[in-house]
């Protein structure tokens, strides 16, 4: 069983910055495939972005790429999300999310990832 604790969250203005960070409790996290999404108000829940576990490359959804920046320490368990040029389009709740173990293929579908945070906050005002 993989634990998943997201913290970073918050509210900014448009154009500050934030970054998120996912905490692993398992020891194999290292050759997870690990993602970022977030679901706004009324909205269904969105891909942001997404590492891989066998080389951390990475995938982003049209919308955040140039402003944020997924990255892994597999030394420490983590995965972090640094969001710049943020905008009140941002504001969501962000979840962090990963596949299971031996699954290192980066997937956009939700579907396919087996463990999930309880979410954190981001609000960004105009």
């Known amino acids: 069983q993989v634990q998943l604790v997201e913290s970073g969250g918050g509210l900014v203005q448009a154009g500050d910055s934030l970054r998120l960070s996912c905490a692993a409790s398992a020891r194999t996290f290292s050759g997870n495939a690990m993602g970022w999404f977030r679901q706004a108000p009324g909205k269904e829940r969105e891909f942001v972005a997404a590492i891989r576990g066998s080389d951390s490359s990475t995938y982003y959804t049209d919308s955040v790429k140039g402003r944020f920046t997924i990255s892994r320490d597999n030394a420490k368990n983590t995965v972090d999300l640094q969001m710049n040029s943020l905008n009140p389009e941002d504001t969501a709740v962000y979840y962090c999310?990963?596949?299971?173990?031996?699954?290192?293929?980066?997937?956009?579908?939700?579907?396919?990832?087996?463990?999930w945070g309880q979410g954190t906050q981001v609000t960004v005002s105009s």
């Open positions: 999310a990963a596949r299971a173990a031996g699954s290192w293929a980066i997937s956009i579908r939700g579907d396919a990832y087996a463990y």
